[in-house]
């Protein structure tokens, strides 16, 4: 493949945006390439997702990829391609592109985003960049149609069962599956309400997550008592203390959840969780 950062095999030729660049040498990583649509949406995924020992996957939790970047015309030219908006001093802000575990390791490209949609589509990063140089190790790829139907249609499924979760919900469950993510707990109803229904359209299954796992009240309680400082959580030691008494509460096993294991904890000892949360109010 082209030798994408041997400057002295081509001479640079620094443009503002994508757009500046030859329509030609943006045809040549484009061409063939279907583009999103009203009625379909383009997805692009990390390649770092992996599979714990119940199958479920680990997504990392954020994964950022600069906006500028060469492409080559085949020949003898590079071009600097700058996706971002321009600062005070008018020179260009390079985009950086997210992907976050919160919303599946995923960027989903709609009908108004052809310019986010063909910077992917260039990116150096790209696995499905036909033109990309085989010495950069890539970072993302497009999702294949038949299996990003698939993701979609899952995720639109997943959305509306997020969506009935929340709406059946009581206001104390709500208030519980807040803490859980770790947010103020002292908010009105209708904040929770509204930040849980944002969650759920970027994240369905942790909505649905949520609602299967019977320790999600002991570990809302326990990070409201954290931040109370009705208990410290001391992460280099794994274990919760009475910072009152400087009494060890729990101590956490190697690999086990710090706030999960303490909940499993509290839910043995009836009168100590109770404890809490009449500290809590």
């Known amino acids: 493949m082209h030798?994408?950062?041997?400057?002295?095999?081509?001479?640079?030729?620094k443009t503002q945006s994508a757009n500046n660049a030859p329509k030609s040498v943006i045809n040549k990583y484009l061409d063939g390439v279907v583009a999103p649509t009203k009625d379909r949406k383009r997805i692009f995924?990390?390649?770092?997702?992996?599979?714990?020992?119940?199958?479920?996957?680990i997504i990392p939790q954020l994964i950022r990829c600069q906006g500028d970047f060469l492409i080559y015309d085949g020949m003898n030219s590079y071009y600097m391609v700058n996706g971002g908006r321009r600062g005070s001093d008018g020179e260009p802000i390079p985009e950086r592109f997210r992907f976050q575990?919160?919303?599946?390791?995923m960027i989903i490209c709609g009908e108004r985003d052809?310019?986010?949609?063909?910077?992917?589509?260039?990116?150096?990063?790209?696995?499905?960049?036909?033109?990309?140089?085989?010495?950069?190790?890539?970072?993302?790829?497009l999702v294949d149609e038949a299996v990003e139907m698939k993701d979609y249609e899952d995720h639109a499924d997943a959305l509306m069962l997020a969506l009935e979760i929340?709406?059946?919900?009581?206001?104390?469950?709500?208030?519980?599956?807040?803490s859980y993510l770790g947010r103020d707990p002292n908010r009105s109803d209708e904040f929770i309400s509204g930040g849980l229904k944002k969650t759920a359209i970027e994240?369905?299954?942790?909505?649905?997550?949520?609602?299967?796992?019977?320790?999600?009240?002991?570990?809302?309680?326990?990070?409201?008592?954290v931040r109370k400082k009705l208990v410290r959580k001391d992460t280099k030691k794994r274990q919760f203390v009475d910072p009152s008494t400087g009494d060890v509460l729990h101590k956490v096993l190697p690999g086990k959840d710090m706030e999960r294991s303490f909940a499993l904890f509290l839910k043995g000892k009836p009168d100590l969780y109770k404890g809490y949360e009449k500290l809590l109010g």
């Open 3 to 13: 030798p994408y950062f041997s400057k002295e095999k081509g001479t640079m030729i």
């Open 45 to 57: 995924r990390v390649l770092s997702i992996g599979q714990d020992d119940d199958g479920n996957a």
């Open 101 to 105: 575990k919160d919303q599946g390791g």
């Open 114 to 141: 052809q310019a986010t949609f063909a910077l992917l589509m260039m990116h150096p990063l790209n696995a499905s960049n036909p033109l990309r140089d085989d010495n950069v190790t890539p970072v993302f790829e």
């Open 166 to 178: 929340l709406g059946k919900a009581d206001a104390d469950t709500l208030r519980n599956y807040h």
């Open 203 to 225: 994240n369905p299954d942790l909505i649905i997550e949520l609602s299967k796992d019977d320790t999600v009240d002991a570990v809302a309680l326990i990070k409201n008592a």
